[in-house]
């Protein structure tokens, strides 16, 4: 599975956060340009990365037999979807409509888009491995719990990825896009 996708461990390259130093982290919610869109969508990136550890660490407390196969069954199966849908559709969103209007406001994001593009085709991969490898806890969890119990070990190689992912990604997706929303002051 480590071998089909990268998880970038570096900081985005310095190039990229052309604008960061101008606008950084800590003063984005105080710019008069930081709008409710901005929040939003900062917002569900929180969200994401909340499902992502409590999905890891659900995986931890059951495996550790501090939280039963069924109840761990049932609460994969409703933050996993959610998890793996939500970051889809959010995913797309960015893809066909969000990263566009960044890029026709300031031709600079561009450059960024082929790495954010690249994070967003491998997370499809960690998502569909996770996805397929939590079915199978889940639909084993009724059938056979010590099996259940054994492949969780994959899930949770897979969550902690996936958590991994997305703290690497969210971050340099925010620290490009947001400069460039409040330079522009666009989404408002």
């Not at 495996?63 to 069924?70: E, H």
């Amino acid at each position: 599975m480590l071998d089909t996708y990268t998880i970038r461990k570096d900081d985005m390259p310095a190039e990229l956060g052309f604008l960061l130093d101008r606008y950084p982290r800590d003063s984005w919610p105080d710019h008069p340009g930081f709008k409710e869109k901005t929040r939003h969508w900062l917002g569900a990136h929180q969200m994401f990365r909340r499902v992502a550890e409590l999905i890891r660490v659900d995986t931890e407390e059951m495996l550790d037999k501090q939280r039963a196969l069924d109840d761990y069954a049932g609460r994969l199966s409703y933050y996993g979807g959610n998890l793996v849908g939500n970051l889809h559709g959010h995913h797309g969103w960015e893809d066909h409509s969000y990263f566009p209007e960044l890029a026709a406001a300031d031709p600079r994001f561009e450059a960024g888009l082929e790495l954010l593009e690249k994070d967003h085709a491998d997370l499809d991969l960690v998502l569909d491995t996770f996805t397929r490898q939590a079915n199978r806890v889940i639909k084993l969890a009724h059938l056979d719990e010590a099996q259940a119990r054994e492949e969780a070990g994959q899930v949770h190689q897979s969550a902690t990825a996936i958590e991994a992912f997305l703290k690497r990604h969210l971050s340099d997706e925010e620290e490009l896009a947001v400069p460039i929303i409040l330079h522009h002051r666009l989404r408002g």
